[in-house]
């Protein structure tokens, strides 16, 4: 039986607005497995309400304050169903580490913001709770983003292999792992967010399974790079984005120099966009890499999968060889992070994020 202090949970809610996943994960020195997840999906109208408040609207704050105890609600039910799955006690479990809904995220400003309420997410689990894990960061100059490179780090790093590890939600990060090279990364750009928006707009569907819709279409190699030549791809790291940047807005901002394309050929520019992007920073980064990693909702897509490995000139696969569900990997990496601040140990690299150094993370809400 796993003592208490080695059983972390995690809960992640990310771009892509799907639903929490809570993953369960034990840690026992620099060995972490994950032992369970649980996954409790959106439904439309939580889905919706997230969407909405990712721009400026009427009453923000009665509005951001009612949709926090709701996804508190949903956190909470999903870290109970996984407590249930396991068997697990609340003094069975150290802490969990809960990220919350980001809905604004602005660096360049000094802040982003993720719903939650850890308080009511305490009293309905009987957990002690580690949120707001992206301030601290910031506060010390950085982006407060991506955070996920340290767990790849401590998880994968080899010392004979050049690796990157992509995880692809609403937005795509990259992870690089060289040999005999401090680890850094950076959000590459769209993920599936605009893909998402585009499907749902014409045919209703949250998003596009294993890219069907797109794999039906053509790339408009023109639009493909109006779209590569946006500033934020040639920034140089630390950098972080989020729909602040990536919209709605700015998709047909760039369509409306490119008449006469079908709806499913932007499907497929679309994917291609979030290929061309990852690929062309692995390349930058990584010119030697050994393997490249997916995870996230990404590595589910065949089509974008497919595409990846046409343009990248080392294998791909996703995170399932390597032990970890790539559903599970965000919600893991917050479950770490709860035991790296709980054990007052950092847990941003300043490589990736830009912050003045390394710091301990997050605030604790005690059980």
């Known amino acids: 039986m796993n003592t208490p202090s080695n059983i972390y949970l995690g809960v992640m809610s990310g771009t892509s607005l799907d639903g929490a996943d809570a993953v369960a994960l034990t840690v026992n020195g620099s060995h972490f497995e994950v032992i369970g997840a649980h996954s409790m999906p959106f439904d439309a109208h939580l889905r919706a309400a997230c969407l909405a408040l990712q721009s400026a609207q009427d009453n923000e704050i009665h509005t951001a304050q009612l949709l926090s105890n709701q996804l508190a609600d949903v956190y909470s039910s999903a870290i109970v169903s996984l407590m249930n799955d396991l068997s697990l006690k609340p003094e069975q ?37 580690v949120s707001d894990f992206r301030a601290r960061d910031i506060a010390a100059g950085g982006h407060g983003a991506p955070l996920v490179p340290a767990f790849h780090d401590a998880l994968w790093r080899e010392t004979n292999t ?153 294998p791909v696969t996703n995170s399932g060889t390597l032990g970890i569900d790539p559903m599970h ?21 300043p490589a990736v994020t830009g912050a003045r150094g390394e710091r301990i993370l997050g605030q604790v809400t005690f059980a």
């Open 93 to 129: 479990v150290a802490a969990v580490g809960v990220h919350g809904q980001t809905i604004r995220h602005r660096p360049e400003h000094a802040y982003t913001v993720q719903l939650n309420q850890p308080a009511r997410i305490a009293e309905q689990t009987g957990l002690t709770v």
């Open 162 to 314: 050049n690796r990157v590890v992509v995880n692809i939600g609403g937005f795509a990060n990259i992870s690089v792992l060289n040999m005999g090279q401090t680890t850094f990364g950076f959000d590459t750009g769209p993920g599936n967010v605009l893909m998402d928006l585009w499907i749902a707009a014409h045919h209703a569907l949250p998003y596009d399974a294993n890219g069907g819709w797109a794999a039906q279409g053509t790339v408009n190699e023109r639009l493909l790079a109006d779209m590569l030549a946006d500033s934020y791809f040639h920034l140089p790291a630390p950098k972080s984005t989020g729909r602040d940047y990536f919209h709605m807005d700015w998709l047909n901002g760039k369509l409306a120099g490119h008449a006469n394309i079908s709806a499913v050929d932007v499907q497929a520019t679309l994917l291609a966009l979030t290929a061309h992007s990852i690929s062309d920073a692995i390349k930058s980064n990584s010119p030697h890499c050994h393997d490249i990693i997916v995870a996230g909702g990404g590595a589910l897509n065949r089509a974008l999968m497919l595409q990846l490995q046409m343009l990248s000139h080392c």
């Open 329 to 349: 990997l965000e919600g893991a990496a917050f479950a770490w992070l709860a035991f790296r601040t709980m054990h007052h140990l950092s847990g941003n690299l």
